[in-house]
């Protein structure tokens, strides 16, 4: 499983060469890679779900901190692989399509390939820092592909918005997480679940339950984190398809479901989740009334159906853990269906608004058929499986004693607007007469609608035979959302039952809803405090106030003048470095004592002198070779103490510096001094109570010697182990050679910026 | 900037002799006073020295190679030696030497392929920084 979570990370390194040689057939290239990880999940079947268990494979990572690759795969994590290789498999054959006219198809199946990884070593991973790090991956790569068509402003914003929330979300979840792992003294997910007492009853417990549920909450965009999901509906439709729809909006949920057997059975958690689930579920139903915009529409009924499977958790029971299976499946199916048959509309029409759609069944058949396949799998008729899966929450929902029946009033409503999305997207385009679109539409290829069929064919099988495949899954499969395994058969037709009843009431006022929409949209647009309710203004009016702090704040701390940064920099040190020493009481200062030798005093003469020289040199060349001066007298004493490589360092860097600043300087006006005396005045203040504080310290310092044991292990294992006798040397390159390795990358980084800063100027100059 | 005559051909022979002392100086660095980090420095300062006698475009033609790749390559050289000891079970960038001694170059090993590193990564950016400073100026 090590190799299957991590294969996309090296397989991406070929997109480019592909993307190079073989420009139009990348989608295709690229596709046969969820594909082949479908076979390879598809492998572990009958051991997962025929006989029911479930596999845990492990590699060291860190092991001294107790981070390890460890991945899981039962029938939670089995099902969520499948979900996320097949519909990848349908998702990367249509973007070869769908995209080919953009000149960056390669750098889209870079970031959806590290996407799908990160996804599936997210929801396999057994330990919770490894899942973490995939947890943000997905984030990053989901704003990497949100703000795929990057020249558009509103792509940006929307981009961005999703990274903040779900970013702020997962920063919440570490803390979570880290909370839980030092109660339990474990990491690995599998072995809290057997710890539901201690973690329950542990005074932490509520900080670390609702700490991971805001991160889980953010990222399945439930109330009120939901508004970053329609916007991100300015992604690619094959993204929005795929991340926002299939995928990565079910991470949180899958956190949810993950946890619920360690963290889950209290009031706490199970009421929190079963309420914030079920207001999300109505409420962004609601808001799809006004949407005019396919893939929007799509958005809304996808918070919903994300409301309602939390809800499921929440609620708990054997028949709703059932439910929220059934219904996951199906909405995979039928969601990414809709939203790539919204694609394909918006392809060939060349508008996503719902109002100047019609009629297009005669020209896009295809199309047509798939669409209207998923809408009736997605409106709950029989014989598919999103029948199989509104009857079931509807079972669930009733059979719920406590709230039992305010949630089934909400399902409904809830389910009525779906009805009413479904009714207007995966219909409406299609019906009617024929209306003059941007573009002239025409059917589109293979590589397009095959995958979108493969998905609604899947929708109508799983129905038929969902006693088989489904039921198998649910029967007997180590689910790891409860820790028991469920035992409840999965049957098409349960009779003429109640959730039938009422399953027929939805669909029926769900159309009527459609029906009337047009006198019913005036009647709402006359409504105008919803905007103001939503959660998005406050989130705009939070963003926008920490701009302005920040902006005040740069305008304090950072005005333009160089010289005022190096004030501010010693005032602080001055200020921090003085109340500590003070603070730290009598200090020896016996440091002092010894005498200084001839040519230390020669030296420091030399550096006074310089030091004079500098402040009162009349050109900026004397000053700066007065600084040289400097520089070197330092050099000088690093030899005087034995430090050659350091002199010779010093040296190299003081001569480099000198030219930097002749070339500097060379560009630079005349030298006029601008300070006033007073100014001259505060700032030898400043500087002289800088240099005294920095003398105290290393008198301290001196006084104390250290008591180092590193000094000593590397004097005595400089030349045994790493075979060099320059241990300055030998500690930079092997000892130390990550830090190395940190800082040149630190320098490489510096220079970019260096680059870039003399660039932009050279860009503004000639405008 | 003028050139003086002097310089020019001062500099003719003096840098051969600064890049063979820069890299001296980073061969002896295992065991004595030197290593990548200040042979680099004294490679760049070799270029600066030349960008100042013959003027900046010179150098850069001289130098053949743009500093921007010398810092990217430098960058995966230290990378890559670091993965070396991966394949041989151990950690991240645990210093494997070859048994026998080579001549002039002396022990060879994976910590020695990193100061390369080090060197291209310095020698890049001294080198970057100080040109495009100078292309500011026409």
């Known amino acids: 499983m090590l190799f299957a979570a991590l294969s996309g990370f090296i397989f991406v390194l070929l997109i480019p060469i592909i993307n190079k040689y073989a420009k139009n057939s990348v989608g295709w290239i690229a596709s046969i890679f969820p594909l082949a990880l479908t076979v390879y999940f598809i492998s572990f079947y009958t051991n997962v779900i025929d006989k029911g268990n479930s596999i845990l494979e492990s590699t060291s990572w860190v092991p001294s901190l107790g981070i390890n690759l460890s991945f899981y795969l039962d029938g939670l994590s089995l099902t969520f692989s499948l979900i996320i290789t097949v519909v990848g498999f349908v998702v990367f054959l249509y973007a070869g399509s769908y995209m080919k006219n953009y000149d960056s198809l390669g750098k889209f199946y870079i970031y959806i390939i590290l996407f799908m990884s990160s996804m599936i070593g997210l929801v396999l991973s057994d330990n919770i820092i490894t899942m973490f790090v995939f947890w943000e991956l997905t984030s990053i790569t989901s704003y990497l592909l949100i703000g795929f068509n990057h020249e558009k402003e509103t792509a940006r914003n929307s981009a961005l918005q999703a990274l903040l929330i779900t970013g702020g979300g997962g920063l919440a979840l570490l803390a979570g997480l880290i909370i839980l792992s030092g109660i339990s003294g474990s990491m690995s997910i599998s072995s809290l679940a057997s710890m539901n007492d201690i973690l329950t009853e542990h005074r932490l417990y509520a900080p670390a339950a609702l700490l991971i549920l805001i991160g889980a909450f953010t990222k399945s965009a439930q109330f009120p984190f939901h508004f970053w999901l329609p916007n991100a509906m300015e992604a690619p439709t094959p993204v929005s398809a795929y991340l926002h729809s299939a995928t990565m909006v079910k991470a949180g949920i899958y956190l949810i479901a993950r946890m619920n057997p360690s963290l889950g059975g209290t009031e706490l958690w199970n009421y929190t989740i079963m309420f914030v689930g079920a207001v999300t579920m109505l409420f962004t139903a609601v808001l799809s009334f006004k949407q005019t915009d396919l893939k929007k529409l799509l958005a809304y009924s996808t918070l919903s159906v994300l409301g309602t499977l939390t809800m499921l958790i929440g609620i708990g029971s054997d028949l709703a853990i059932k439910a929220f299976m059934i219904y996951l499946i199906a909405h995979a199916l039928y969601k990414a269906t809709l939203f790539l048959t919204a694609g394909m509309i918006d392809h060939s029409t060349g508008t996503r608004n719902i109002e100047e759609l019609q009629g297009l069944r005669k020209v896009m058949p295809i199309t047509a058929a798939i669409a209207i396949l998923a809408s009736l799998s997605k409106m709950g008729i029989i014989p598919l499986i999103g029948f199989v899966g509104k009857e079931t929450v509807y079972a669930a929902t009733i059979e719920y004693t406590n709230f039992g029946f305010l949630f089934i009033t909400l399902a409904i409503a809830a389910n009525i607007f779906v009805v009413y999305i479904t009714m207007t997207v995966g219909f409406k385009p299609f019906f009617g007469k024929f209306r003059k679109t941007p573009k002239t539409p025409h059917e589109l290829p293979f590589r397009m609608w095959f995958g979108p069929m493969l998905l609604a064919f899947g929708g109508l099988t799983l129905g038929i035979f969902s006693s088989f495949i489904i039921g198998k899954l649910i029967n007997n499969t180590e689910l790891g959302i409860i820790t028991a395994k469920l035992n409840i058969p999965v049957k098409l037709w349960h009779g003429f039952t109640l959730e039938l009843m009422l399953s027929f009431i939805t669909v029926l006022l769900g159309i009527l809803l459609f029906w009337k929409r047009n006198q019913l949209l005036k009647y709402v647009d006359n409504i105008s405090f919803i905007d103001e309710i939503t959660p998005s203004y406050h989130y705009q009016k939070l963003f926008n106030g920490t701009l302005k702090l920040a902006k005040l704040q740069s305008r304090i701390l950072q005005n333009g003048f160089l010289r005022y940064y190096i004030m501010v920099i010693i005032i602080s040190t001055i200020i921090l470095g003085g109340t500590t020493l003070f603070s730290l009481g009598e200090m020896d200062y016996t440091g002092i004592i010894e005498m200084p030798g001839f040519e230390e005093i020669i030296i420091a003469i030399v550096m006074m002198t310089a030091t004079y020289m500098t402040v009162r040199a009349k050109t900026r060349l004397a000053a700066i070779v007065a600084v040289g001066v400097i520089g070197y007298s330092i050099a000088l004493i690093y030899i005087m103490y034995g430090a050659p490589d350091l002199a010779m360092t010093q040296f190299a860097i003081e001569t480099l510096t000198v030219i930097l600043f002749v070339l500097v300087i060379y560009r630079l006006p005349g030298y006029l001094p601008f300070s006033s005396t007073a100014r001259r005045i505060r700032d030898f203040i400043i500087a002289g109570a800088g240099g005294l504080l920095m003398s105290l310290i290393s008198i301290i310092i001196l006084s104390n010697p250290l008591s180092s044991e590193l000094k000593n292990y590397f004097a005595k294992n400089s030349y045994a182990i790493a075979k060099g006798k320059n241990i300055v040397n030998v500690i930079l390159v092997d000892f130390r050679a990550l830090d190395t390795m940190g800082e040149i990358t630190v320098l490489a980084v510096a220079a970019i910026g260096v680059f870039a800063l003399l660039k932009l100027r050279k860009g503004a100059d000639e405008k | ?138």
Do not use: C, Q
């Open chain 2, 1 to 138: 900037m003028k050139t003086s005559v002097i310089l020019s051909t001062a500099v003719k022979y003096l840098i051969p002799l600064l890049l063979i002392f820069s890299f001296f100086l980073f061969l002896r660095g295992h065991n004595e006073p030197g290593g990548g980090f200040v042979g680099g420095l004294v490679a760049a300062s070799a270029f600066a020295l030349f960008a100042i006698a013959n003027g900046f475009d010179e150098a850069k033609k001289f130098m053949k190679i743009e500093p921007i790749m010398l810092i990217a390559l430098g960058l995966l050289i230290a990378l890559l030696s670091g993965l070396v000891p991966m394949f041989f079970g151990l950690d991240f960038l645990t210093g494997i030497w070859f048994e026998k001694n080579f001549p002039i170059i002396g022990k060879l090993g994976t910590p020695l392929v990193f100061d390369i590193g080090v060197y291209l990564v310095v020698l890049g950016i001294s080198t970057k920084i100080i040109f495009s400073l100078a292309e500011e100026e026409k």
